[in-house]
């Protein structure tokens, strides 16, 4: 990197200025080039939470969940990843009656992407696959029960711009071809917000932020041959669609975060339908996994190479 000295006179003397007064320029501290991104890293974390909810809707029955991931990361530009938690998707509900669900012993999702960060603006895009090993076959429990496994896939785009030190907003965009396994096409749209406070924390090494989503998950016909276990009918129906948001606040030290959230959405509960389709045991089998949440959670959360 070339070194650029500026030299700066200023002849504010009645006289002529000699040779030997341009001749001593001002020198100028150089500005040390950034370090260039590491070619390679692993990322990896673990979570422990009072329950696990995914868009609104609880993927536990209300129960904690153990999570937690490796993601390798090439070139700061490709990435992929294993994460991992487990769940409960009971077949019958607490009143004996058939839910449509298959039981699986968990989630595991791997995905894929390109994501790099320009200045403050970071651009990340890839695929995730949801499969939930331990299901039950269909038809296991009698005709239509369950009717479908639920592993699936979405392609996803998340932008994020860091305006200040303060402030950082996002975007989350997810499409998938058959939601859960049902046939139906959905897309999952979202904006986010952080407010940082680290800045002022009076506590050294801990940061104190909030944080909140607001999205909407976009759901249509189901195309499955035998549904029963939703709408007592064997025909297709069209998924709810809804509006999910969460709010919440973290404390962070070193590589611990302590998270508090509220997590709620239009979603239901019952079985039933309404003329806006918002029940939440349609889409997810059972009337009490939606409503209004609140989470704890606990998680660990560093690199390999900063261990070093």
């Known amino acids: 990197m070339k070194k650029i000295a500026v030299v700066a006179a200023s002849l504010l003397l009645a006289g002529a200025a000699s040779a030997a007064d341009l001749s001593s320029p001002v020198p100028v501290k150089a500005v040390p080039a950034p370090e260039p991104a590491p070619l390679w890293d692993v990322a990896f974390g673990v979570k ?62 791997l995905y894929a992407g390109i994501r790099h960060t320009w200045g403050g603006l970071t651009l990340d895009g890839g695929f995730i696959y949801y499969y939930y090993p331990g299901e039950i076959g269909v038809n296991t429990l009698g005709e239509g029960l369950p009717a479908v496994n639920i592993d699936y896939w979405e392609i996803y785009f998340k932008p994020t711009y860091v305006i200040n030190d303060v402030f950082t907003v996002g975007g989350n965009l997810y499409y998938t071809d058959s939601y859960a396994g049902s046939g139906s096409d959905g897309t999952y749209l979202s904006g986010t917000l952080k407010v940082d406070f680290t800045k002022w924390s009076p506590v050294k090494d801990v940061g104190v932020y909030v ?13 499955i041959d035998n549904v029963y276990y939703t709408t ?5 129906y069209e998924l709810p669609s809804y509006a999910t948001w969460n709010v919440g606040i973290a404390f962070t030290y070193k590589a611990a975060t302590l998270d508090l959230r509220y997590y709620g959405s239009e979603l239901k509960e019952g079985y039933t339908w309404d003329g806006a389709f918002n029940s939440c045991g349609v889409i997810s089998g059972l009337a009490n996994a939606c409503g209004d ?16």
């Open 48 to 109: 422990l939470a009072t329950d696990y909810v995914f868009r609104g809707i609880t993927q536990t029955d209300g129960n904690p969940a153990v999570q937690g991931y490796a993601e390798l990361r090439l070139f700061d530009w490709i990435y992929g990843g294993v994460w991992a938690s487990n769940v409960d998707f009971p077949p019958i509900n607490q009143f004996g009656d058939y839910t449509g669900l298959t039981d699986a012993s968990a989630e595991i999702d």
């Open 211 to 223: 944080s909140g989503e607001l999205g909407y998950q976009w759901l249509g016909m189901t195309d």
């Open 232 to 236: 007592g009918v064997f025909s297709n």
């Open 293 to 308: 949440r609140f989470v704890a959670s606990l998680s660990f959360d560093t690199t390999f190479l900063a261990l070093k």
